[in-house]
């Protein structure tokens, strides 16, 4: 009658100890699935902003490449001005418009260039951040596979 007792008493701690790491595992598994899915919408988050920045760049190559014609436009006007013979060889309104035409233009062009670095800065930054959680969702995915499929299949065999 002690040995039963002890026995039933044994067998009942191990279904229960048995039901507690099934919902541990179960708990466990929720945990991961939404760690996974806010992985997921980083991902999404980031590969949007990729696609901006991506744009971002573009436009900002064009702005240079925009402000490259009128800059040498003026640096030929300016130069040009430089062969003027005697007396229409001074220092005018005009010759001092284009030089702040000119400074103006170099001005912009070196803002937009500084601009541009910063944005593919930027763009390799987001690109890291993608990789890691990339990353990051496959190691949450394999942990999901190792405690659904590989955990929970062997303790669906025990005890019976």
Not at 20 to 32: D, H, Y
Not at 37 to 57: A, F, V
């Amino acid at each position: 009658a002690l040995v039963d007792n002890i026995l039933h008493d044994t067998a009942e701690d191990l279904r229960l100890q048995f039901d507690v790491v099934n919902q541990t595992f179960a708990k466990r598994c929720e945990e991961l699935e939404d760690a996974k899915h806010k992985l997921e919408h980083s991902l999404r988050k980031t590969l949007q902003e990729i696609g901006h920045q991506e744009h971002n760049i573009e436009a900002l190559k064009q702005a240079i490449k925009d402000k490259e014609t009128p800059l040498k436009v003026a640096q030929t006007r300016l130069y040009d001005r430089s062969f003027r013979p005697n007396v229409d060889l001074c220092r005018d309104t005009a010759q001092f418009r284009l030089i702040s035409e000119v400074e103006e233009l170099t001005e912009s062009i070196d803002a937009l260039k500084k601009k541009l670095l910063e944005s593919e800065q930027s763009l390799r930054n987001l690109e890291d951040s993608r990789m890691h959680l990339e990353k990051e969702i496959a190691v949450k995915t394999n942990s999901l596979f190792i405690d659904r499929q590989k955990c929970m299949a062997h303790r669906t065999k025990y005890p019976t």
